[in-house]
């Protein structure tokens, strides 16, 4: 009897284990790091990386809020650049600045998105956005 209930039990613990993973894949994009609520010190220049599924340039954007605008992305304030491909994934790594009021020098919550451009279905909203993921920056 046992036997039996042990194969409904594996299955609902792997569509389970499916379903979150899919949670992180926004529009062919899944974030694999920094990953969400990381904490970098302050001076420290973390590599943004992420898989992409689909066409178009690549870029991210890493902002104080996670406000979205009109095409569902967040804004650039803090940073923002073209990601390439590296292997099967794609990196961006920002450009430190050392001086006091540079975001990698603030502590603070920041909020990182990437994004695919791609136009090929149409003008209205070439943004192909990806899940939000929050970065600590401390002393």
């Known amino acids: 009897m046992t036997r039996h209930l042990a ?12 379903a979150s993973a899919d949670a ?3 529009n062919g994009i899944t974030p694999l790091s920094p990953k969400n609520n990381t904490t970098v010190g302050t001076g420290a220049t973390p590599t943004f ?5 689909g066409k178009g340039q690549v ?3 890493v902002c104080k809020s996670k406000a979205k605008d009109a095409d569902g992305v967040i804004c650039s304030d803090e940073s923002i650049g073209q990601a390439r491909k590296n292997g099967r994934n794609y990196e961006y790594t920002p450009k430190f600045f050392d001086f006091p009021d540079f975001w990698l020098n603030s502590p603070g919550t920041y909020y990182w998105q990437a994004h695919r451009i791609d136009c090929s279905t149409g003008t209205d909203d070439c943004k192909k956005e990806g899940p939000i993921r929050k970065l600590k920056v401390s002393t």
């Open 7 to 18: 194969i409904p039990f594996a299955v609902v613990a792997l569509l389970a284990s499916g």
């Open 24 to 26: 992180a894949t926004k």
């Open 49 to 53: 990386k992420m898989k992409v599924r």
């Open 59 to 61: 870029w991210v954007h």
